[in-house]
Structures are given as C-alpha cells and as structure tokens.
C-alpha cells in the first residue's frame, strides 16, 4: 500500500508537483491520469527514490523512500517510462541482470524468467540482443525485470506507449492480473480507454495539484458527464490541457 500526503517538488522556478495526497491500496490498480508535464512522471520518481521530495511524506509499504531506499527496492517493481534496457544484453541477460541485484539466487531467477517467457510471451526473443528491439518487446522486458524479485508494488509509467493492439491487451491482462494477486499497482498514463479498462481508482493531475481522486463513477457524478474523458477534461478545467 502506499501513502502520499502533501508531497511537494520544485525544479528551480518550477513548482513541478504541489501538495499531492493519494492512496493506492493493495489489490488495486490506482491510475494516475494527466496531460503531458502534469506532475505525474515526478510523483512516480519520489516513490521509488529516484527524486527526493522537497517536502511532504510518502509511505510504501511501511518504509520511506527518503530513508528506506534501499529497503524499499525489494518491495517494489518500477516500469520506467525510458524502460532503460541494456542494449548489449539480450533480454534474459538483463532479466538476470536484475535478480542478481536484488540478491536472488542463481536457480530462483531462471525458474522466474522461464514463467515471463511463458506468461509474457517472450519465447522468440528472450536470447535476443534488446538493442533492436520492438516497443512490445521493450515493454515486456522492463516488466519482467521490474517483477523478477516479485514485488508486492508495481509502479508503471505509461507502459502501453507505441505498444500495438496484441501487445496492449497482453499488458491489461498482466495488469489484471497482479492485481487479483493483491499487489498494489500504480499507473500512470493519459490513455483514457486504459483508465477504464484497468483501474479501481483515479488520480487525476493537472500542473502539480490533485484535480479529482476517486472512482470512475465517482468522477463520473462529480463531474456530471457520461464520460471518463469528458469528465476528465472538465475536472482539470480547461481543454487545452490535452495537448499540454
């Protein structure tokens, strides 16, 4: 479970998040829904220790990121929005690669990456080089790295960009999931179809703030629109905030 309350962070003039209070509960998916430079990538970066926060307090499973961050690795699982993988590496190496820093013996990461390779459909490219790798394929990999030491919280940043229509319903699928599994999952995106389809509750950010939290049928009556997008769009106060 994680716990957000009054997280603050500037980037020189620029107050990128201000005052963001949310919970992301397990056996959940929380999305985080935005436009573009909303504050979301931000948030997800303070979670997993990447960025410490001005100010404010965040709670992941009992630890702090600010003074638990190693701890804290080993219980959470974070898809990047860069995915950041070894291009030299083929995808097993960089699966390995990642278990082996989270301490995990030799025959537990191979039994861990035989059941990606199964459940992620990965066989055909699993002793490949990622360097020429497809989005899909990119995708998948930072998944099952991110999930190698099974993690009971799952940050995800956009993961379904430039992903095709196969690949997005493998990734809703496998979300769904580590959901039923009890994991808390985060994710953030500002695909409308995937808030629908996948998430519990919804954050909504717009310039650093929290414009809306709550369920879809929540927003839904707060908003009095028929539509997640719709409802979206007049939450956040404005329709340019789409193509920011």
């Given at each position: 479970?994680?716990?957000?309350?009054?997280?603050?962070?500037s980037?020189?003039?620029?107050?990128?998040?201000?005052?963001?209070?949310?919970?992301?509960?397990?056996?959940?998916?929380?999305?985080?829904?935005?436009?573009?430079?909303?504050?979301?990538?931000?948030?997800?970066?303070?979670?997993?220790?990447?960025?410490?926060?001005?100010?404010?307090?965040?709670?992941?499973?009992?630890?702090?990121?600010?003074?638990?961050?190693?701890?804290?690795k080993?219980?959470?699982?974070?898809?990047?929005?860069?995915?950041?993988?070894?291009?030299?590496?083929?995808?097993?190496?960089?699966?390995?690669?990642?278990?082996?820093?989270?301490?995990?013996?030799?025959?537990?990461?191979?039994?861990?990456?035989?059941?990606?390779?199964?459940?992620?459909?990965?066989?055909?490219f699993?002793d490949?080089?990622?360097?020429g790798?497809?989005?899909?394929?990119?995708?998948?990999?930072?998944?099952?790295?991110?999930?190698?030491?099974?993690?009971?919280?799952?940050?995800?940043?956009?993961?379904?960009?430039?992903?095709?229509?196969?690949?997005t319903?493998?990734?809703?699928?496998?979300?769904?999931?580590?959901?039923?599994?009890?994991?808390?999952?985060?994710?953030?995106?500002?695909?409308?179809?995937?808030?629908?389809?996948?998430?519990?509750?919804?954050?909504?950010?717009?310039?650093?703030?929290?414009?809306?939290?709550?369920?879809?049928?929540?927003?839904?009556?707060?908003?009095?629109?028929?539509?997640?997008?719709?409802?979206?769009?007049?939450?956040?106060?404005?329709?340019?905030?789409?193509?920011?």
């Amino acid at each position: 479970m994680i716990k957000v309350t009054n997280l603050h962070k500037s980037f020189g003039e620029v107050k990128a998040v201000q005052g963001i209070s949310f919970e992301a509960r397990d056996g959940e998916v929380t999305g985080l829904l935005g436009p573009n430079g909303a504050g979301k990538t931000t948030t997800l970066r303070m979670l997993y220790s990447l960025l410490p926060p001005d100010s404010g307090e965040i709670r992941i499973d009992d630890l702090d990121p600010t003074r638990d961050a190693m701890a804290i690795k080993d219980t959470i699982g974070v898809v990047p929005d860069n995915r950041g993988l070894y291009a030299r590496m083929t995808a097993r190496e960089n699966i390995h690669y990642y278990g082996e820093l989270h301490g995990m013996a030799d025959q537990d990461i191979r039994k861990r990456i035989e059941e990606f390779v199964e459940r992620l459909s990965m066989a055909d490219f699993i002793d490949r080089r990622a360097g020429g790798f497809s989005q899909g394929q990119r995708v998948k990999v930072a998944i099952a790295r991110a999930m190698v030491h099974d993690p009971q919280t799952v940050l995800m940043d956009e993961p379904s960009n430039g992903l095709d229509v196969m690949s997005t319903r493998e990734l809703r699928k496998y979300i769904l999931d580590l959901k039923s599994a009890g994991r808390s999952v985060v994710l953030s995106t500002h695909i409308m179809q995937e808030v629908t389809a996948l998430c519990d509750r919804i954050v909504i950010i717009a310039a650093g703030k929290i414009a809306a939290d709550g369920t879809a049928a929540e927003l839904l009556q707060q908003s009095r629109c028929a539509t997640i997008e719709d409802a979206f769009v007049k939450l956040i106060g404005t329709d340019e905030g789409l193509l920011a």
